[in-house]
C-alpha cells in the first residue's frame, strides 16, 4: 500500500473542536466526545482523498476471480465423500458469494465500469449470485447514505425494528437472521423508494432471479443446488448478518464518525469483503472505490484518532463487546467503542 505519511490536526485545531455529550457501554456516565465533521480535513489530505476518486477498471477484473474461486468451491463441495474438504467447499463458496455481493454495493455507486449500462449488468449478475436485486439494493442504499442512522434510514436497525420487541431481542435476530429478512424485505422495500425506471429493473430482477433458481434446479440435482449454492449463500448470509451489525450497530447519530463503525480485520477477510470492512470511510467518502479504501483510512487517522471513532481490530472483538453490551443491557442513543477509546474515559 502506497504510504500517503502522517497528517496531524495541529495544537490550535485541537484546542478549537467542539464536543458532544455521549453515552458509551462500559463509561458511567455521559462523556465529551470530539464533534468532528469533514471540515476538519485539511486541504492536503482533501487532494489526496479527490486523487483517490478514481475508476481503475483493472480491480474489478476480481469479478472473475471470484466467480473462480466459487467454481473451486463447487468442486471441492461435490468431489469428495470427506466432510471436512465438503464443508470446506461450502465456506469457499459463501465466501466468494460474500465478495460478489459487496462488489454488487460497488455497482450501485456506479464503480464497476464507466459504461452505465455494464455497471449495471455487473451489479445484477454480482446480486443474482445472493439472491439480491441490485436495483433494488441501490434504491434503499443511496436513501440510506443520504439520511444514515435517522429515522428516514431505511436500514436502520433501531428505526426500523417494531417498538414493541425489546432492542436486545431485535439485535440477536438482526445477528442470527438479519439477511434472511433483508432478502425478503428488499424488493418490497425498495421498489418504494425507486422511481418508474428503476421500478421496472427491479421487477425484471426479481423475475430474472426467479427464472434462474426454477432453471438451475430444473437441471441439477438438489443434492448439487444444495452444496453449490443455497449452503453458501446460508455462510454469506451469517457473514453479512456479522459485517452488517458491526457497521451501524449500537452507533449514534448526529455525527458522521459515529454514526457507523470500521472493523479492519485482516487480509482475508479484506479480500472477500473488498474493503467494506472500513465502513467509517466508505460513509465519509463514497466517491471512493472500494480498493482505496484502507489508503483513506490511512490518510484520515488524525480524525480518526480525534473523533474517538468506533475502529475495531476484528470482528471477534467486536462480537465479544456486543455480547458483553447486550448482558449490560441495550440502550438508544448509547454507543459502543473499543476498549482503547473507552480508557480515555475512564474505563
Known sequence: MENHGRFDLGPSASASVPTRRQDIYFVDGAVEMPDLDRSSFSKEQMAIIKSLQQLDTRKNWKILLLFGLWAIGIWLSLASPLLPVTWTGIALSGCSI?????LMHEACHSWLSKNKSLNRWLGVLCGMTGLVSMSAYRSIHLVHHSVARSEADPDDIEETAPKSIP??????IVLLAGI???LGTVA?????HANTTWRKRILFEVVLIAATIALVLWFFPVEVVLKAWIFPILVA???ANVRGLAE???TTSGNRFSETRTVVSNGFVRFFMSNSNFHLEHHLFPAIPWYNLRKLHTII????LASSASIYSGYLPFLWDFFKSTWAGILPGKSLVPPHVREQYGR
Do not use: F
Open 98 to 102: 460474500t465478495g460478489l455481493t459487496v
Open 167 to 172: 432492542l436486545v431481542v431485535v439485535y440477536y
Open 180 to 182: 434472511y429478512i433483508y
Open 188 to 192: 418490497v422495500v425498495g421498489y418504494q
Open 237 to 239: 448470509g451469517q457473514l
Open 248 to 250: 451501524h450497530g449500537l
Open 301 to 304: 487517522e488524525p480524525q480518526r
